[in-house]
Every structure is written in C-alpha cells, then in structure tokens.
C-alpha cells in the first residue's frame, strides 16, 4: 500500500518562489527544487547569473506553459557596484581588464538621472545573447571576438541607496535599487554608469528581490540569505573571485549556515502555492471561470466565446485570460483579439486525481502530492473497522468540502478495539472510502512509537504533513496516547490551530447508535438485516487469496473449504444464505458454512472458488 513516485504523472503543477545563493547557477537551483517536488518538469522565469543571488520564480508540471508570460514581468534588483576596476564578464568571477579612478557619491547620483527611463543598452559579451545560432558566452570563451548590437530597455527605477568612499584597494563603491523591464542586464548597467563618469567599474554583487508581483522575502530558503549591505557585496565578490580562480569549482553547493539538502526540499515544499485566480489577477491577467457546462467544448477546441466564461476581474475580457474550472484548478490561457472575439492559447486539462493510500511515514515525508497540501484537505480520522453508517456521514462530510482534497486517516488490521476483530479488512474499507469520494487514505500501523504521539503532535502532523483545513468527528472522538484529546478540545483549539472542526451528531438505528460493537454483536448472531442496515451494505467476508481445497462433491457442485485466514469477525457456527462475489464482479448465490474458523462453500468448479473475493451474507 504504498504511493507510486511516477515523475511523468505525479508532476506537481504549482508556483515555487526560491532564493537562490551566490556561486551556483539557476540551473542547479532548478535540481533542488525537482529533487524536493519529485519531478523533472520545472522551468524557471529568468535567469540570474552564478554570482548573482536573490530570487527566482519556478513553474513546475503544467504550469511551465506560463514561462514564457512571466518572463516578461519587471524585476527588482539590488546591486553593489565597484568604480574603478572592470573585468572581462563584469562580475567578480572575470579578469581585470581595466582599472581607472574612484567616483563620488555626488557624482554617481547626479549619473543615476541619465539612467531611468527609455535606455539604450549592449548586453555584456559574456551572455547567453544568442548570435549567428550561438552563445555570445560560448564564442568569448572560444576567443573569437564578439560584436553585439544594442537594444532599448526601461529603467523604472535607478536610485542610490548607500555608498562607501574609496579606501586601501583605491575603489568607491554604490549600493543601487534597480526595477528594470525584462531583457535589462544590471552589469551592463553598471559599466554604462562608469563610463559616463569616465571611469570603469563592474559588480560586486547582485540580488534580485523582486519579479512582477513575486517578491524574495516569500521564497524558499529566503532565511538562509545573508543581510545585503556593501560591505557583505564586497566580501562575497572577494569570495567568488578566489573561488573561480582557485580549486573549488563554483557549481559546488553553496553553504546555506550547516543545512542538509533534505532541509531545503522540506522548506521547498512547504512554499509551493498554486495558480489561483487570485494570483492570476496579481500577474496582471484577465480571470476568467468556465462554466461547467462549457468544460467539453474547451477541451475539444470548440471555437470560444465570452459566455463560456464567467470574468472576476472587472467583468471585461483581457488580452490575456488566465482560464479556471470550477475546481479552481487551472485551465490554461485564452486570448482577447480586441473586437470581442476570443483565441486558445493552451489549454490544461483537469487533473485526474485517482484515489491513493499512503503509509504514515509516506505522509509525513514527501510522498503526499505538494498540490494537495497547497489546496488543503478534508479529513476524518478514526479505525472504521466497520465503516457504518455514522462513518459515511463523517467521510461525506468530508468530500462535501469541495474546495479541498478530501482523505481519510485510519488504521491497519492489526489494530483490534477490545481485542475483537474487525468487520472489514483494510482492501474492504479503502474500496468503501474511493467510493465515497475520498481521494486518498493513510493506513497507520499502530506501532508502539506511534502508541506514544501525544493528541496535539497528531493533530499538528495532519496539518504539517497535508495541509488540513477541515477536520470532522463524532462527538466520543479522542486521539493520541491514552486518548488526552477529545472532540470538545479540538473544537475549541481548531481556530487557533486554522482548520474547521465539525462535530457530527450520533447516527441511530431502532433508536440505539450505531457502533461497531454493535454490528459486531449482530454478525456473532446471524442478524444480518439489522447488520445491513447499520452498514448500508451486506457484511462480506473477504475471501480473496483463499487456497480453498474441495471435500466433496454433490448434484451440479462441489463443497469446498478454506480455513478463516483474516481477522474478520465471523457468525457462530451454522449454515448461512451467502452471495459469492467473484473477482470479476458476477455473483453466485450459494450457501456457506462456518465451522470451527474454517469456510466451506458451495459452487461449481473450483475455478470458481479460486476467483471468488467476498462472501456477502444474505439478510
């Protein structure tokens, strides 16, 4: 029962914000951010180079579509810049080439006027322009020389935010805050800056803090960032220099303060955030929900219309419409043509979500889909060796909570309440809970490490592990060791803690609550209409993998026998009206016999018997 780890299907699709350190490529930051998702899909929305540090927006699974448009997004940056010496790449990592004279605060403010707005720029040699087919990188390296073309680009924002007068090394330095329009190359920036004041220069450090409307102080790993003042640019640029030029080569994961790489997948998952219509509108998208009955034609690229589409942002079509099922899922981008008609620009089926079993340990690791968590989930937790009606009315509960993923937390067939068996084994009630509308379940094995959670470490793991938001129990519900934490408790802490806590009145038959204790009493007796109605369906006995062996033949069929190997409750001994319910669903009335914990039962051949799973006891 455990979860499968397919990459290609189990791409979580969602909006990773990472801070990425200096002296590691962008490329290597997507490897974490995969390694923690469990996925080989995530495309990033712009690069930072190695040296550089801050922030970068990650697509993962269907979402990569979205790239391309929120590459596009302006971005912030901060940049400590170096008057005075200028290397090949313009960043810490290139040789000197030039030196020339520091520059004054007065100087540098009155340049930084020049600088805002439209701008001509050239990109720096070493750069992933592309020319003739190839690198500009590539072809610097190879020492043919390079000729690059300028292009305009818009600086929204160019200001000074602190400035260190030349000391020993004879350089001055500049910490500027940068918003710029996507394309703009701050090193190019900063070399531009220099030769207006008849100098040279190159950066320190960069930090980008800002894209669109994503900021770094809500990334992944943003803590582990040092504070970004001159004097640490300084340093690290320092740093970096040794570094390339010496042994250690700078693709060699950067320290963050002692963290394992475990660490960061765990703090990476925990900021996954999924495209919602409430990002999309942030983004600057138009928004637009599909109506239900529109869902078919939009799948099979049936020409659009606005009136598929319910707009939640102003009520007008955009030129670009992030597109939403009724889920709240996404469904891709359409297009505004500007005379009120409509285009595809790709489309993202709904997610198949089949039903799925988790161990504990599974859970609480990296094995619960991250968009789960992001979405919340609706739980009911308990053993439901019986799954009862009054079950059902919790489960129920829980899959009427459509904005969350709905899932129920049980326990293995070892666990036995007073020593009796169960009702039905955990194959039964895991088929019971998919067609209830659970889309998962997590299976406990109750384990003396597990006997030991206190109530609130329980309840806290539900929240931690899958993000849960909704939570519904009966009113004798109590959890963790010995029981400390009842149902009155958890609705009174629930608001603190962030979740909804429902507390379902008991459900009664001939006025006495349905229990298992009960239905178990009944099926030691033969009771089974009583039996059935208590659990809105037959009491099967789970045969399925019996080696059954025949003793003897009669008219038109043969008896054959098995002995009792699960730790189902069965009736006392006797004869009983029985409906064999085979592996591929027909079902043969027959009779079956209890005997001494062994199963005899009568039917036709034993290929028969070898294929049958249930034996559905007859009211």
Not at 362 to 370: H, Q, R
Not at 425 to 444: D, N, S
Request: charged share 25%.
């Amino acid at each position: 029962m455990t979860a499968r780890k397919n990459k290609a299907e189990d791409s979580a699709s969602g909006i990773i914000l990472y801070a990425k350190p200096p002296g590691i490529t962008s490329f290597s930051s997507l490897w974490s951010i995969k390694n923690a998702l469990n996925t080989g899909k995530v495309g990033h929305t712009g690069t930072l180079d190695s040296f550089a540090e801050g922030l970068l927006v990650a697509l993962s699974g269907r979402l990569t579509h979205l790239v391309p448009h929120i590459t596009s997004f302006a971005k912030t940056y901060q940049a400590v810049v170096c008057f005075g010496i200028e290397t090949d790449t313009l960043d810490p990592t290139g040789a000197v080439v030039r030196t020339g004279n520091p520059v004054s605060r007065e100087a540098v403010e009155g340049a930084l006027k020049q600088f805002t707005g439209a701008v001509l720029q050239v990109p720096p040699v070493y750069s992933a322009v592309h020319v003739g087919g190839r690198r500009a990188s590539d072809i610097a390296r190879s020492g043919e020389q390079v000729r690059l073309e300028s292009r305009q680009v818009f600086i929204y924002r160019n200001e000074l935010a602190d400035f260190k007068e030349p000391d020993e090394d004879g350089c001055s330095y500049a910490l500027l805050e940068i918003t710029c329009s996507k394309g703009t190359y701050i090193r190019s920036l900063a070399r531009d800056i220099a030769a207006s004041l008849g100098t040279c220069a190159h950066l320190c450090a960069l930090r980008r803090t800002q894209v669109g409307p994503f900021r770094l102080e809500d990334s992944a790993c943003f803590s582990s960032l040092k504070t970004f003042t001159i004097e640490a640019g300084i340093q690290g640029g320092r740093r970096l220099q040794k570094e390339h030029h010496g042994f250690r080569s700078p693709e060699k994961k950067a320290d963050r303060n002692g963290s394992e790489p475990w660490q960061d997948a765990a703090v990476i998952r925990s900021r996954f955030q999924l495209f919602t219509p409430q990002i999309a509108c942030q983004c600057g998208f138009g928004c637009g929900i599909l109506r239900s009955e529109c869902e078919k034609m939009y799948l099979n690229g049936r020409p659009l219309s606005q009136s598929m589409l319910e707009m939640r942002s102003g009520g007008t079509v955009e030129k670009e419409i992030a597109v939403f099922y009724r889920s709240g899922d996404f469904a891709g981008i359409v297009r505004g043509n500007g005379d009120g008609r409509l285009s595809y620009g790709f489309v993202v089926p709904p997610e198949k979500r089949g039903f799925r079993v988790f161990s504990w340990d599974e859970f609480c690791g990296t094995s619960f889909p991250v968009e789960w968590k992001a979405r919340g989930c609706a739980l009911t937790a308990g053993s439901f060796d019986a799954v009862h009606a009054g079950h059902s009315a919790l489960i129920r509960a829980a899959v009427e909570k459509t904005e969350y993923v709905p899932g129920v937390i049980t326990f293995s067939s070892s666990i036995k309440s007073g020593g009796s068996s169960a009702v039905f084994t955990v194959r039964q009630r895991l088929k019971f809970f998919r067609e209830l509308g659970a889309a998962f379940a997590v299976v406990i094995d109750f384990t003396p490490e597990f006997s030991r959670i206190s109530g609130h470490d329980f309840i806290d793991s539900l929240i931690s592990s899958c993000g849960m938001k909704f939570l519904a129990e009966g009113k004798d519900f109590r959890c963790g060791r010995g029981g400390s934490v009842g149902m009155e408790e958890l609705c009174r802490t629930s608001g603190e803690k962030q979740f909804e806590a429902l507390c379902l009145d008991d459900v009664v038959f001939d006025g006495v609550k349905i229990s298992s204790s009960r239905i178990k009493a009944e099926i030691r007796e033969g009771r089974f209409g009583a039996v059935e109605k208590m659990l809105l369906r037959p009491f099967a006995y789970d045969v399925q993998g019996f080696s059954w062996k025949e003793v003897r033949a009669e008219s038109g069929s043969s008896v054959f026998e098995a002995s009792a190997a699960t730790h189902q409750i069965l009736p006392k001994d006797g004869t009983y009206k029985a409906v064999a319910v085979l592996s591929g669903g027909a079902a043969l009335h027959t009779d079956v016999r209890i005997e001494r914990e062994s199963v005899r039962l009568s039917l036709p051949s034993l290929n028969i018997a070898e294929q049958t799973e249930e034996i559905q006891f007859c009211p």
